[in-house]
């Protein structure tokens, strides 16, 4: 029931009703085939053997195939051989090269973009603009955000330049693919450009809003994202206060691991470096709030007291914080001394202050080192300090 070089075997009744034919018309050279059935007595070709395609007769539907194991065998698909395409490799590279360029391309596009929309050449709130176009691609919905470039795949006279410009030097010549070929070729393309569009424009609005310019991917340390036993932000909802420009910011978030929640709050540890930020912190706002008595026209000699009454005092000693609440809530014993753990971190008032996970980029300044996102060979539950 199939050809050879040296030999035919009568023809055999149509059995296309079968479905092969429809999926075997297509066949080019260069294709891949693996061999599903042949009743040829002589042959030593085994189901699953794989062969590259020599030529297609789709008149008479015989398949001429330069077999992997050196075999010549040519299939007659009338007469009941049956084959199967699979993935060709060289193919693959094709599409491999296209999408390569293609994102280099976009990352090109979106560098552009970036200088006119939240860069040096942008004007108005560019935090904003990156506020929105980040929460928008982080949403997977970020193509054509703010004039985000974007490549049109349906665009064939595009596809062919590219091709022709891109492909490696022994790809098949753009006018010998067929159909799926052609989309698969434009696509990679595109896809490449979008991708590496999205993911750069993700970069640079992460690297307007951190406040330390970090273009790190901090998702995982979103409000919504933080665990117990993970790391997160923290600052309180006490903290928010308008800057120059009216806008509600955190001026100082501190960077924690989770390790247990206290009335809806947080409560986390933190290194010795975020602890002592918290202590100046606590510092700053008194001095602010001394300063705000003073405009307010309180007198010099009371100032001290009523700071004291509204705010606790905080100070190391040693390695040991102590928080003096002793005027705030008028208790000679309102002093708490807080030592490190045994990995030398703290709980700065962990079940006193209104502590809560907050945005990142929320925040003016960042205390602390925020941890990589856990990989797949890393446990996502960070542990505790």
């Not at 599903?36 to 008479?60: A, C, F, K, N």
């Not at 067929?178 to 896809?191: F, M, S, T, Y």
């Not at 970090?214 to 665990?227: G, K, S, T």
Request: with cysteine; charged share 25%.
């Amino acid at each position: 029931m199939t050809r050879s070089d040296n030999h035919t075997s009568p023809p055999q009744p149509d059995d296309s009703a079968t479905g092969h034919r429809s999926a075997l018309d297509t066949s080019r050279k260069g294709d891949r085939v693996a061999l599903e059935h042949t009743s040829d007595p002589h042959t030593r070709l085994h189901p699953g053997d794989e062969g590259t395609v020599r030529r297609y007769d789709p008149e008479q539907r015989v398949l001429d195939v330069d077999w992997d194991s050196g075999s010549r065998l040519s299939m007659l698909l009338d007469a009941g051989d049956r084959v199967r395409h699979v993935p060709n490799a060289g193919w693959q590279r094709v599409l491999d090269a296209l999408h390569h360029t293609g994102a280099t391309a976009g990352r090109n596009a979106a560098e552009w973009w970036a200088q006119d929309t939240i860069g040096a050449r942008a004007s108005g709130d560019v935090a904003a603009t990156a506020r929105q176009v980040l929460t928008t691609i982080e949403a997977a919905d970020g193509r054509d955000t703010h004039g985000l470039p974007f490549a049109d795949r349906n665009d064939l006279a595009a596809g062919a330049a590219r091709y022709a410009e891109h492909a490696p030097p022994d790809a098949p010549p753009w006018e010998d693919l067929r159909g799926r070929q052609l989309d698969q070729a434009r696509w990679a393309w595109c896809d490449g450009f979008d991708e590496a569009v999205e993911a750069e424009a993700a970069r640079q609005c992460r690297r307007v809003l951190h406040p330390d310019g970090d273009d790190r991917d901090l998702q995982h340390v979103y409000p919504q994202r933080v665990r117990l036993g993970g790391p997160g932000v923290f600052a309180g909802d006490w903290a928010w206060t308008p800057n120059e420009a009216g806008d509600m910011r955190i001026p100082v978030g501190f960077v924690g691991t989770l390790v247990d929640t206290w009335n809806g709050w947080a409560v986390f540890t933190c290194t010795r470096e975020v602890a002592g930020a918290i202590v100046a912190d606590q510092q700053a706002a008194r001095d602010r709030y001394r300063r705000y008595l003073a405009t307010e026209g309180a007198a010099a000699a009371d100032l001290h007291r009523r700071v004291d009454q509204a705010m606790g005092r905080m100070w190391f000693d040693g390695d040991v914080i102590v928080a003096d609440d002793t005027r705030v809530q008028d208790d000679p014993g309102a002093i708490e001394r807080i030592s490190p753990n045994p990995k030398g971190c703290y709980v700065v008032m962990g079940w006193s202050w209104t502590w809560l996970p907050v945005h990142p980029y929320d925040c003016d300044r960042i205390a602390g080192t925020i941890p990589d996102a856990p990989t797949a060979t890393t446990p996502t539950p960070a542990k505790p300090h």
